[in-house]
């Protein structure tokens, strides 16, 4: 690799990263941005009159830079070959202008070069999905500018890893945890540390999104909390305790550690990120929302449900005063909450908040999106849950039913519904079809 492929590319913050939030059986998981970049001003330099001596040197000055001019332009200027624009190092330095986006976050000097108008144009297009919370629509954006740098710089750019990078933290926050998360994340995570080093910025956001897909899939919380300690000591090491990026590990180790099972030290890591958060950037900032809703997940698996439960309230009261009752966020918010209702026995609430969600995920995305299914199986788990069994079957059969159409009789969301059915007909005393159910 060239030696200018080495130079440092900044951190491509698009908006809140974040550990999913789960709700019932299938997971939900929240648009999540990577956490805003802190900036430091830099103070104007002061002016001092010249002194004499400085007078009588300038004329002399100006007559050799004039010289110098004169010859440049009348020497021969050597033939250089017709080549296509490779990194230059000077487009892999951060931008010190000022904050910008919905949340004051810098936007990096992210440059492909004179030839990549195109792959410009489609990085700043996947910013604004990024930034709008269009988390499926972000991943394929990213995609198209991470297969198009490929195209034109090689696959081990730097550019073209980190943009890989986002298209697997897309995929995550849209849900999406399987092979192709898998793949990209790894990928992403591995090119980074070996083109920049380990504790670049670039590497640590990719090494973490490779952890919170590992977390996110539920496929082993001690390797992920163990990756998440090292990304969060490198990190602090590199950036400082209080950088976003360090606070961001911190928040994910925290979620990993609750999943691993020990509750008390992952409360006090949450509650230590949150109290930064909010002294940074205040209680309605993205980042400080994304820690309150991983606070309330931490709570939720540790059994204080009604720790849970207050967490996820005050989130929920902030996102639709800042964001809306419609917005993505508020409603996963309140489907964690009315999941922690449950939990705490007061069903009716639980029932009428996810009957609210349903009805807004079937008028914004439509009746088959698979946010709109999982909805309409936590009200139906909620109805399952009160007893009334013959109309958590309906809900049930009609989720299994769109899961094999859409995604086929194995896929675990498909296998869930099939159990979930079952589990209602067994309250009904059915027991031989639920038998049948529970053995296809």
């Not at 491509?12 to 956490?35: E, N, Q, T, W």
Request: some cysteine; hydrophobic content about 40%.
């Amino acid at each position: 690799m060239p030696p200018e492929m080495t130079a440092s590319v900044p951190l491509l913050i698009i908006g809140p990263v974040h550990v999913p939030s789960f709700d019932r059986d299938r997971k939900l998981y929240r648009a999540a941005m990577p956490p805003p970049c802190l900036r430091n001003r830099m103070k104007n330099p002061s002016f001092q009159r010249p002194s004499r001596i400085r007078k009588a040197v300038i004329p002399a000055l100006c007559l050799i830079i004039l010289a110098v001019i004169c010859l440049s332009v009348l020497a021969p200027t050597p033939e250089t070959p017709d080549v296509p624009a490779g990194p230059d190092p000077e487009a892999l330095t951060v931008n010190a202008g000022a904050p910008s986006g919905r949340t004051g976050r810098y936007r990096p000097d992210w440059n492909f070069g004179p030839m990549g108008a195109e792959l410009e144009a489609a990085r700043t297009e996947a910013e604004r999905l990024s930034d709008s919370l269009s988390t499926a629509e972000a991943a394929d954006a990213w995609g198209r500018v991470a297969s198009g740098g490929e195209a034109a710089y090689g696959p081990a750019d730097p550019r073209v890893l980190a943009a890989a990078a986002r298209q697997a933290r897309s995929l995550i926050d849209s849900g999406e945890t399987g092979s192709e998360a898998r793949s990209i994340a790894d990928h992403a995570s591995s090119g980074l540390a070996e083109a920049l080093g380990t504790s670049s910025p670039e590497s640590l956001f990719a090494a973490e999104t490779a952890a919170m897909r590992q977390v996110s899939a539920w496929e082993g919380a001690e390797p992920a909390r163990g990756a998440l300690a090292r990304i969060a000591e490198d990190s602090e090491t590199a950036l400082g305790p209080r950088h976003p990026q360090t606070l961001s590990a911190r928040r994910y180790l925290a979620v990993a550690t609750s999943v691993a099972g020990d509750a008390e030290e992952a409360s006090a890591m949450i509650r230590e990120v949150l109290h930064n958060h909010e002294n940074m950037f205040g209680p309605d900032h993205p980042e400080t929302l994304e820690t309150l809703s991983c606070l309330g997940h931490v709570l939720s698996m540790g059994g204080d449900t009604a720790g849970a439960r207050n967490a996820y309230t005050r989130e929920m009261e902030i996102r639709t005063r800042v964001q809306g009752g419609d917005h993505r966020d508020t409603l996963v918010t309140t489907g964690n909450l009315a999941s922690v209702l449950d939990d705490l026995g007061d069903h009716a609430a639980a029932r009428d908040m996810f009957a609210a969600v349903l009805e807004a995920r079937e008028r914004i995305l439509g009746p088959e999106h698979p946010d709109t299914l999982t909805a309409r199986n936590n009200l139906a788990y909620v109805l399952d849950d009160m007893g009334d069994y013959a109309a958590a079957c309906d809900m049930y059969a009609a989720v299994l039913e769109a899961f094999e159409r859409l995604l086929g009789p194995e896929d675990p969301d498909t296998l869930t519904a099939r159990s979930n059915l079952a589990s209602a007909i067994v309250g009904m005393g059915d027991y031989a079809v639920a038998r049948d159910l529970y053995t296809t």
